[in-house]
């Protein structure tokens, strides 16, 4: 399993790195990919998707998230004494990828004064609140994405 665990830490750090950085790009002051808009940042996610899928399954299954290792304990693709340890390695590589996302573009992060547009570098927020609406679309994502990868 040590192998498996490697590419879940190598595959979620590269996920991190080029999704949250390509957000960085867009959003951060004095980028030169500001305001590029959202079409680059989709397809910089999906490329991201794409990449870390190929790396980390050379050594494992290239779950890259944990729903995906939860999902995969219930459908018998995977033991249920392995979801914690590749949710662990998934919360490693998410944390590496954030660092070097940060380090990368830390001058950009001292020239951005709209706090909104750092905080999108590392996390997404509803446009518009709404505990039942939000949650409800969280799940269909989630859902959606399970579904993919099950079938």
């Known amino acids: 399993m040590t192998n498996e665990l490697i590419g879940e830490v190598l ?6 790195l080029l999704g949250n950085g ?7 002051d004095k980028s030169k990919a500001k305001d590029a808009g959202w079409i680059v940042i989709t397809i ?8 870390a899928a190929f790396v980390s ?16 304990a219930f459908a018998g ?10 949710i ?15 380090l990368m573009y830390k001058d950009h992060y001292d020239a951005t004064e709209d706090t ?4 999108a570098t590392f996390s997404t927020g509803p ?5 039942v609406s939000n949650t409800i679309s969280e799940a269909i994502g989630t859902f959606v994405l399970v579904l993919g990868l099950l079938a």
Do not use: D, E
Not at 11 to 16: C, E, F, K, M, W
Not at 44 to 51: E, R, S, T
Not at 57 to 72: D, E, F, K, T
């Open 44 to 51: 910089g996610w999906g490329l991201a998707v794409a990449m």
């Open 127 to 131: 446009a518009i609140r709404n505990l």
């Open 77 to 86: 693709n995977l033991p249920w004494g392995s979801v914690v340890p590749y």
């Open 57 to 72: 399954g050379l050594l494992g299954p290239a779950h890259l998230n944990p729903a995906v290792s939860i999902a995969m």
């Open 11 to 16: 595959g979620t750090a590269l996920l991190v």
């Open 116 to 119: 909104g547009a750092v905080l």
């Open 88 to 102: 662990l390695a998934q919360f490693i590589g998410a944390f590496i990828g954030s660092i070097l996302v940060f």
């Open 22 to 28: 390509v957000v960085a790009g867009v959003v951060l």
